[in-house]
C-alpha cells in the first residue's frame, strides 16, 4: 500500500516534557519524508525533512530521522514549550509529485 | 525566501456567488498545488499545476476551476459551491515538478465559508 501511520492523539504533555510522535510509512522505492506543523488557524509550515535513509532532518529542536529498516520517521523533542502546541502531520513523496499525509497529530503543552 | 501568499485571508459567499482565491510565489517554482483542508484532517489535493499547465486533477467537482495566469500565479474560481465545500484552501509550490522528492512550501490559505 502507499500510506502514511501517525500515532493518534491528541498528545497532552507538560512544559519541558520529552516529546514522541510516531509516524511509520508504506511505499515502493525511496520516497522523502516530511514533517509539517500547522498551528491555530494557520497553514502549513515545513518543520523537518530527510530525503535518504539515516538522514536525520532538525529544525527548532525537533529531528526525526530517516529508517529505512522500520520504514519510520519519529518526530522528537527534548524539551517542549507552551508554543509547540499544534497539529504536526507527517507526510512523504510520490512519483506523482503528490504528497501522501498521516491523519495528523495534535499536540497540547500545558504550562 | 519560502513564502507563498494568498488572498483573501477569508472568504464568505453565498451559494450562488462567484469568487476566486489567489495564490503568488515568487521563489521560481514552476509547480503549483490547491489542496482543501477540512477541520481536523490532513489536506487533500485537489489541482496540481505543471509549468503552468493542469497536470492533476482529482476528481474535483466542474463548480471548482483552477487557473495559472503564469509561472508565479495561481487562482482558483469558485462558482456555484455547497455548504459542504466550507474548508481552508492551501495553495502549495515546489521548484521542479519532474522530481519525486520535491519540498511543497504552503501558504496561509483562505478559509471559505459558504452559506
Known amino acids: 500500500g502507499n500510506s502514511v501511520t501517525q500515532m493518534e492523539g491528541p498528545v497532552t504533555l507538560s512544559e519541558e516534557a520529552f516529546l514522541t510522535i510516531n509516524c511509520t510509512y508504506t511505499a515502493t522505492g525511496y520516497p522523502s519524508l516530511f514533517w509539517y506543523v500547522q498551528y491555530p488557524g494557520e497553514g502549513l509550515q515545513l518543520l523537518l525533512k530527510a530525503t535518504k535513509a539515516d538522514d536525520k532532518g532538525s529544525n527548532k529542536g525537533f529531528e526525526a530521522t530517516y529508517r529505512k529498516e522500520t520504514t519510520s520517521f519519529h518526530l522528537e523533542k527534548g524539551s517542549v514549550q507552551v508554543s509547540d502546541s499544534a497539529v504536526y502531520f507527517c507526510a512523504r513523496s510520490s512519483n506523482t509529485g503528490k504528497l501522501i499525509f498521516g491523519q495528523g497529530t495534535t499536540l497540547q503543552v500545558k504550562p | 525566501d519560502t513564502e507563498v501568499t494568498q488572498t483573501p485571508k477569508h472568504l464568505v459567499m453565498g451559494m450562488t456567488n462567484k469568487k476566486s482565491l489567489k495564490c503568488e510565489q515568487h521563489m521560481g517554482h514552476r509547480a503549483m498545488y490547491w489542496y482543501k483542508q477540512k477541520a481536523k484532517k490532513p489536506p487533500e489535493l485537489m489541482f496540481v499545476?505543471?509549468?503552468?499547465?493542469?497536470?492533476i486533477n482529482e476528481s474535483v467537482p466542474s463548480r471548482f476551476s483552477p487557473e495559472c495566469p503564469n509561472s508565479s500565479l495561481l487562482n482558483l474560481h469558485l462558482h456555484a459551491l455547497q455548504p459542504e465545500d466550507s474548508a481552508l484552501y492551501l495553495c502549495?509550490?515546489?521548484?521542479?515538478?519532474?522530481?519525486?522528492?520535491?519540498?511543497?512550501?504552503f501558504g496561509p490559505g483562505t478559509r471559505l465559508l459558504v452559506l
Open positions: 502549495a509550490s515546489s521548484q521542479d515538478p519532474g522530481t519525486t522528492y520535491e519540498t511543497q512550501y
Open positions: 499545476y505543471s509549468y503552468e499547465k493542469l497536470s
